[in-house]
């Protein structure tokens, strides 16, 4: 077959089988030169960043991806995807790299197909792909500013709470503290007149009735013993 498609076609290869498949092609440099500048005049003709046309409701759809970015219809149906199907048959796919090159191209000229639309096919996807990422990117970046503001504002609602509820504690316990400064100041006083009055009353009998010491609780009934009959 002739090899008016190789200049066309992503083909650039290093690898055993590329120098096995060219070994014989005195210009080959120049055919490679030739192919490289090709390709990135077809990646030139692509938009850098595709446009998306409809909301993607499923990530993980590649074809929502690409049909949201307007990839329009390959010729023929060959796109790259395609293609790389046609690599993989299993009548080719163990052959030689450069029988399986051959072996497209020839069902590419049987269609009518240049190899550049398949290759500007791939361009595209390839950019939809990656725009879609940066998308998905910007979306994932907003949403952690989102939820790390959210985060910091709830943070700090619950230093404000925690806060307000320990000087709410505070409070409670400065209250009891003054409660029982107060207390004990009065039994003082307490104690101080009833030993004024014991002093008193004891010029007038031999048992003094009156306590002078902090008053003991009275047990209710419920807590006293049975009696026995």
Known sequence: MTKKWYNYFVSVDTGSDAAQGDASDSDSPARSASA????????RSVATEPSFAAPVSDPTSFDEIYKAAEIPSAPQGYSILKVADMLQSEHIRSQPSDVKRSSVLVALDAAGVDIKDVIQDAVRRDRALDGYERVQQRALDDLEARKTKENGQIQADMDRLIAEQRAKMQKNNDDVTQAKEKFFGWRLKKQQEEKKIADAVGYFVSENPITTGSAVSIP????????RS
Do not use: G
């Open 36 to 43: 490289a500048q090709s390709v990135a005049e077809i990646a």
């Open 220 to 227: 209710d009934a419920a807590a006293k013993p049975a009696k």
